[in-house]
């Protein structure tokens, strides 16, 4: 059959469930109270997450969980999104591999994350909250979550990493419009911000304070009424994203296709866990399965070079202790352009099955990922955000292995956002003044548990 350039499912088609991989895995680590070195319980959870996401954060049981009829209504406002054939990078790389690209970018927000913010949003309006807090690194779930805070009634407080708000005005401009709040982090606002700003007065912040500050505000609310959502990471997340895997695994089914490499840039997991979902519970249950890589900056390598161990989620140790491939919470990585990247941990749920040999990884240094995604944009049109030019850049990486091998391998990878608000971080490569900000082994073992 003839391959068209876009493939679409049809609005009844639909994924009616997030798939829960950790229901797949025989043992995966819980979250602990660091006070008491015990597996954290559904109401210690609830006093940070609203109720029903602690509830699917602690689920190990159940496979499918149902999404709620508002947030599938609330999805098709966006989805389904496009599995696109990469015809011309196919031509261009001289490959016999086929290429496929699930492009997450056609909604306001830019990328995948509007798929767990209407979800999360919605939990907490169904709870009877009034207003929630978060992080946001490039900005892009913050604006996600700003949407969905309009679309269902719920205020946003956003603590937004110092570095991304200052490259990304325009990020925040559009959270603004959709009646955000939004701060630089670290702040004056909370005791977690004036602390690291002490510590490090010219710091331009980390994904890690910024979840300090936002867990902070929301345990603030004398009133009971705010609770903290957060964009990626943990297991709760990363289930939303599943209707990602979801759907390219229809989509190819639809075309009469296997994928032989799913490749998704990593920073927290979430994109990556949800492109990756279905092929996982693959492996998971006997079968052959993908071959799955994980892509991160080498300025933030917190698979390649990070340690599997229990460590903090943030910066200032006030969240549940996750065990995870880390770089240790007090690191704070150079201000590299992938704002969404540039966190010190890994999804608990990847780093089990990364630890398992099921998964992959290598990371990259910002000037390559740059010239990767230029040439992407020349070719396909589309101005890929910084963290999703790491795929692209592993993608034409495995397309040329395929070249070298004679192999016609079919190669899937998450275009989960748009480069259009990034154009500093362009201009900064193409006018020839990026540098590439890697630590060495001694700041990182400054960092490591001993």
């Known amino acids: 059959m003839t391959v068209p350039?876009?493939?679409?499912?049809?609005?009844?088609?639909?994924?009616k469930q997030w798939l829960n991989i950790k229901a797949f895995m025989s043992d995966v680590p819980p979250l602990v109270d660091p006070a008491t070195k015990k597996p954290c319980t559904l109401a210690e959870l609830s006093e940070?997450?609203?109720t029903a996401l602690?509830?699917?954060?602690?689920?190990v049981t159940d496979k499918y969980i149902p999404i709620p009829p508002e947030v599938s209504d609330f999805y098709k406002l966006y989805r389904p999104s496009p599995l696109v054939r990469a015809y011309g990078v196919e031509k261009a790389l001289g490959t016999p591999a086929k290429i496929y690209y699930k492009f997450e970018g056609n909604n306001t927000s830019g990328s995948h994350k509007l798929n767990s913010a209407a979800a999360q949003i919605y939990y907490a309006k169904a709870q009877g909250l009034d207003a929630v807090t978060t992080e946001t690194g490039a900005g892009q779930w913050g604006t996600a979550l700003a949407m969905a805070g309009a679309y269902f009634g719920i205020k946003v407080k956003v603590f937004m990493v110092k570095a991304s708000y200052d490259q990304k005005p325009f990020r925040r401009n559009v959270m603004a419009v959709y009646g955000a709040d939004v701060s630089p982090s670290p702040s004056e606002l909370t005791a977690a911000g004036?602390?690291?700003l002490q510590a490090h007065p010219n710091t331009l912040g980390s994904l890690g304070c910024a979840i300090s500050e936002a867990v902070e505000t929301a345990r603030a609310d004398a009133s009971g009424k705010t609770r903290y959502v957060l964009g990626s990471v943990l297991d709760q997340v990363v289930l939303h994203q599943t209707i990602i895997g979801q759907e390219v695994k229809a989509a190819l089914d639809k075309l009469g296709e296997t994928a032989d490499i799913v490749i998704g840039c990593a920073g927290g997991?979430?994109?990556?866990?949800?492109?990756?979902?279905p092929f996982f519970a693959e492996k998971l249950t006997g079968g052959k399965g993908a071959r799955i890589i994980a892509v991160e900056p080498s300025s933030c390598p917190?698979?390649?070079?990070?340690?599997?161990?229990?460590?903090?989620?943030?910066?200032?140790?006030?969240?549940?202790?996750?065990?995870?491939?880390?770089?240790g919470c007090d690191f704070?990585?150079?201000?590299?352009?992938?704002?969404?990247?540039?966190?010190?941990?890994?999804?608990?749920?990847?780093?089990?099955?990364?630890?398992?040999g099921l998964m992959e990884a290598r990371s990259y240094r910002q000037t390559e990922v740059f010239?990767?995604?230029?040439?992407?944009?020349?070719?396909?049109?589309?101005l890929p955000a910084p963290e999703s030019a790491h795929a692209i850049k592993a993608a034409f990486d495995a397309a040329e292995e395929c070249k070298r091998s004679g192999e016609a391998k079919t190669i899937v990878f998450g275009l989960t956002g748009t480069g259009y608000f990034d154009m500093k971080a362009y201009d900064s490569f193409l006018s020839g003044g990026m540098t590439d900000g890697e630590p060495t082994d001694a700041e990182l073992g400054a960092h490591r548990q001993k």
């Open 5 to 15: 350039y876009k493939t679409y499912l049809t609005e009844k088609e639909l994924p």
């Open 48 to 50: 940070v997450f609203c």
């Open 54 to 59: 602690a509830e699917q954060e602690l689920n």
């Open 194 to 196: 004036r602390k690291i």
């Open 269 to 277: 997991g979430s994109n990556l866990g949800g492109l990756a979902a």
């Open 302 to 327: 917190s698979l390649t070079r990070g340690q599997y161990r229990y460590d903090f989620c943030d910066t200032a140790k006030t969240t549940p202790l996750a065990k995870m491939y880390t770089l």
């Open 332 to 356: 704070i990585p150079s201000a590299s352009h992938a704002g969404g990247l540039r966190y010190h941990g890994m999804s608990p749920v990847l780093s089990k099955l990364y630890a398992d």
């Open 371 to 382: 010239a990767a995604a230029v040439k992407f944009a020349r070719i396909e049109g589309t």
